[in-house]
């Protein structure tokens, strides 16, 4: 039979005390549970907010949505679509560059972040957000009815000259994205932009169903926006103002290829966040939105509605905004839409 004292000496380990042994054991505990906290509180740890500056149901909404559910497969949290609207996308993009900077709410981003401080509507530019990752490029075109009388770019274009003012567009609000296509346009085809008068609208969507119904000539809008009324045989496309013909649509030209002018403008979505955000948070955002970027489901998704897909990233991303943000101000001096 074992001695009380042969028994402890078996339970200890051997060359030390009982009172080094305690506190080693609990040295172990201590740094188990630092490590386990850290584990815990690696980025993302939450669920993630994407605020969409725009209506339910609208092209952005959209690509916001399939870019939130991809998004949630690399990051192992839900990331919850959130539409903020009002103030001609002023107020969803307030919502994102006042937000905590710490990563857990993101927006998409869209190109009226470089045209509506030219307004006077805000003083947000781009440089007020965390450029993460663009996703989307959608070209303007030029839609008429499919019964117009017009055939061509060039027959829409010798109408207006001979009848200054008596064709109406629409598309979007005074001073929007495809205003300032039409407009733009014009101007670079020394035609006065006020030769087509505008017709505000809610967004593309009322604008080519006013046309089809009588109330507008012209609407200048993506093809994607138009896609439905373009497959219903309502509506149709004389030009995209983009340097390639669209890939769903090849069968319409480039503005440049009937009238030699390379004028290039369009919608465009880039995932950004608020000023300050933590560089971990940075750098795992835009690794997992490159991953679904380059997956199939994006890839076919876009291309299914007709959206135009486009990749950029860091300081490639800030020269993108940077430079469309001083195209636009340009412009829309140029035709009078700029303060």
């Known amino acids: ?27 172990a505990i201590v740094i188990g549970a630092v490590g386990m906290s850290g584990a ?7 669920p993630l907010t994407l605020i969409v500056p725009w209506g339910a149901g609208g092209g952005t909404d959209a690509t916001a949505r399939i870019i939130a559910s991809l998004l949630e497969g690399e990051l192992g949290q839900p990331v919850n679509v959130v539409n903020r609207t009002g103030g001609s996308g002023v107020v969803g993009h307030a919502a994102i560059a006042d937000a905590e900077p710490d990563g857990y709410t993101i927006g998409l981003a869209t190109v009226e972040i470089n045209m509506m401080h030219w307004q006077g509507l805000t003083e947000l530019t781009w440089e007020d957000y965390t450029p993460l990752a663009l996703m989307n490029e959608d070209p303007a075109a030029v839609h008429v009815r499919a019964d117009s009388e017009w055939e061509s770019l060039e027959d829409m274009l010798d109408a207006i000259r001979a009848n200054p003012g008596q064709h109406r567009a629409s598309g979007t609000g005074q001073g929007g994205i495809w205003h300032l296509a039409i407009a733009g346009l014009l101007s670079e085809l020394d035609i006065d932009p006020g030769s087509v008068p505008w017709v505000p609208s809610q967004g593309a969507a009322p604008g080519l169903q006013d ?26 496309s004389l030009a995209v103002m983009s340097s390639e013909r669209n890939d769903a649509f090849p069968d319409v030209p480039t503005t ?36 679904v970027y380059n997956s199939d489901e994006y890839s076919e998704f876009m291309s299914g509605q007709g959206f135009g897909m486009r990749w950029a990233v860091g300081d490639d991303l800030v020269n993108f905004m940077s430079d469309s943000n001083d195209s636009l101000g340009d412009v829309m001096r140029e035709v009078g839409l700029a303060e």
């Open 1 to 27: 039979m074992k001695s009380r004292s042969s028994i402890e000496s078996t339970k200890r380990p051997q060359g030390k005390t009982r009172r080094g042994w305690l506190m080693a054991s609990a040295a």
């Open 40 to 46: 815990a509180h690696a980025y993302p740890d939450r």
């Open 211 to 236: 046309m089809v119904a009588g109330g507008v000539d012209i609407v200048p809008s993506s093809i994607p926006e138009a896609r439905s009324l373009l497959d219903a045989g309502r509506v149709k």
């Open 256 to 291: 440049e290829e009937i009238v030699g002018v390379a004028w290039n403008i369009g919608a465009w979505r880039a995932i950004v966040g608020p000023q300050g955000m933590p560089e971990e948070a940075v750098e795992t955002l835009t690794a997992a939105l490159e991953t």
